[in-house]
């Protein structure tokens, strides 16, 4: 659905770039005349299906847009934090783990004798 779609979105633009490049320039910028239709329709009836033929094209640009958008993220859309529920409740502290018990050193019990040279 989506390249049939994407296919579509594309023939709109292509069309629509045609249609507007077709209209006549009514500013006259770059000094440029505009218009090579003289002998195919007259000028006010020109203007009128052009205008009306750009006005269909851009709706339709726009929603072949919209379109693409939608279907592409329709399965990819984030879950609402209601529907997610309340998140887990947190663990209790653990505390650090004591070190081990230290033993004293052990002491004689009896001093030894001095060692006689």
């Known amino acids: 659905m989506i390249i049939l779609l994407l296919v579509l979105?594309?023939?709109v633009a292509i069309a629509l770039v045609g249609v507007v490049l077709l209209q006549k320039s009514e500013g006259g910028a770059l000094g440029m005349g505009g218009g090579g239709m003289s002998g195919f329709m007259t000028g006010r009836s020109t203007a009128n299906l052009l205008t009306r033929t750009t006005a269909i094209l851009a709706l339709l640009f726009?929603?072949?847009s919209l379109s693409l958008v939608w279907f592409s993220n329709r399965d990819r859309a984030p879950r609402s934090i209601?529907?997610?529920?309340a998140p887990p409740a947190p663990s209790a502290p653990v505390a650090p783990a004591a070190p081990p018990p230290q033993t004293p050193p052990v002491e004689p019990s009896q001093p030894s004798p001095p060692l006689a040279r």
């Open 9 to 11: 979105h594309v023939l």
């Open 62 to 64: 726009f929603a072949t």
């Open 82 to 85: 209601l529907e997610q529920g």
